[in-house]
Nanobody, 119 residues
Framework: QVQLVESGGGLVQAGGSLRLSCAASGRTFDTYDMGWFRQAPGKEREFVASIRWSGGSTSYADSVKGRFTISRDNAKNTVYLQMNSLKPEDTAVYYC????????????WGQGTQITVSS
């Protein structure tokens, strides 16, 4: 079982930047695909970005392409989300998630960290 803890959230003004971190427990972290999701007030959870276990393939929601970058450091059991040019519509609780090999859905989730972008 993998446990995930997000950090790095906070309040920023539009156009600013933040970097989220997701620290994972477990010695098999390097075999897990990782993703970032977010949920705004009154909205359903939506996909933000993902990265394969190898770090060689990434995917982004259209709304964040060119602004957000997902990366991972398997040696540190950590995945990151660098968020630049933040917009008020990026305001949400951001969740880190993990998906093991051969599994379709993300099975493990962090507690979430709040990102608030003021206009």
């Amino acid at each position: 079982q993998v446990q995930l803890v997000e950090s790095g959230g906070g309040l920023v003004q539009a156009g600013g930047s933040l970097r989220l971190s997701c620290a994972a427990s477990g010695r098999t972290f390097d075999t897990y695909d990782m993703g970032w999701f977010r949920q705004a007030p009154g909205k359903e959870r939506e996909f933000v970005a993902s990265i394969r276990w190898s770090g060689g393939s990434t995917s982004y929601a259209d709304s964040v392409k060119g602004r957000f970058t997902i990366s991972r450091d398997n040696a540190k059991n950590t995945v990151y989300l660098q968020m630049n040019s933040l917009k008020p519509e990026d305001t949400a609780v951001y969740y880190c998630a993990a998906r093991g090999p051969g599994v379709y859905e993300y099975r493990y989730w962090g507690q979430g960290t709040q990102i608030t972008v003021s206009s």
